[in-house]
């Protein structure tokens, strides 16, 4: 069964600094990727995704992620962050599009300090 | 553009008591999950909804979970009876087509008491 792993349960990094969340999956073949973010007491919101093509995808908010399938990782990225991206972020991971489940990883929590 | 509709948004029962969520998904997508999200985990697909039948229950607890998309539209999940482990955000999901692009609800809040 697939599996996606989230190394880093809690990060801090301060205002304007850069960041990059992991995200390592577990599965045979290249499954479609994803990134949502979740505030407080809100649903998931989608980041970006990846089906195929070029492997560094652009998203909302100013992130980015790049596929690797050598380290079979989608890491998150953003270059400078804004205190309004501390949340909780999910990487998920979908094998068949017609009819598959996400997957979900556990979750990274980040915390901006001014 | 309207989007993924639930409620309630908290619920509080005591164990063995039944509780129901309701799902109404944005207009024209197919395709309906449940998930369930315990404190410090990621969301665990419950069950998947294609129109109104089912693609994927292996996941849902079926002694004491259902649900139903009567109409291929809004959905009902219900729990009878409620464990303590129940205590969860119940999310509410639709998409166009399969997975592509899942959009979220805000969650329902069980506490189990």
């Known amino acids: 069964a697939q599996s996606v792993t989230q190394p880093d349960i809690h990060i801090t990094v301060s205002e304007g600094a850069s960041l990059e969340l992991r995200c390592n999956y577990s599965?045979?073949?290249?499954?479609?990727l994803f990134w949502y973010v979740q505030s407080p007491g809100q649903g998931l919101q989608l980041l970006l995704k990846?089906?195929?093509?070029?492997?560094l995808v652009q998203g909302i908010k100013g992130f980015e992620a790049e596929f690797k399938r050598s380290q079979s990782s989608f890491n998150l990225r953003k270059p400078s962050v804004h205190w309004s991206d501390a949340a909780e972020y999910f990487c998920?991971?979908?094998?068949?599009?017609?009819?598959?489940?996400?997957?979900f990883g556990d979750g990274t929590t980040l915390t901006v300090k001014p | 553009e309207a989007g993924v509709a639930q409620s309630p948004r908290y619920k509080i029962i005591e164990k063995r008591q039944s509780v129901a969520f309701w799902c109404n998904p944005i207009?024209?997508?197919?395709?309906l999950y449940w998930y369930q999200q315990i404190l410090g985990q990621g969301p665990k697909l419950l069950i998947q909804f294609q129109n109104n039948g089912v693609v994927d229950d292996s996941q849902l607890p079926k002694d004491r979970f259902s649900a139903e998309r009567l109409k291929g539209v809004d959905s009902t999940l219900k729990i009878q009876p409620a464990k303590l482990e129940d205590s969860a955000v119940y999310l509410c999901a639709s998409s166009l087509w399969g997975d592509t692009e899942a959009f979220f609800g805000q969650g329902t809040r069980l506490t189990v008491v």
């Open positions: 207009s024209g997508h197919a395709t």
């Open positions: 998920a991971v979908v094998i068949n599009t017609n009819a598959g489940k996400s997957t």
């Open positions: 599965y045979g073949a290249t499954p479609y």
């Open positions: 990846y089906f195929s093509g070029d492997t």
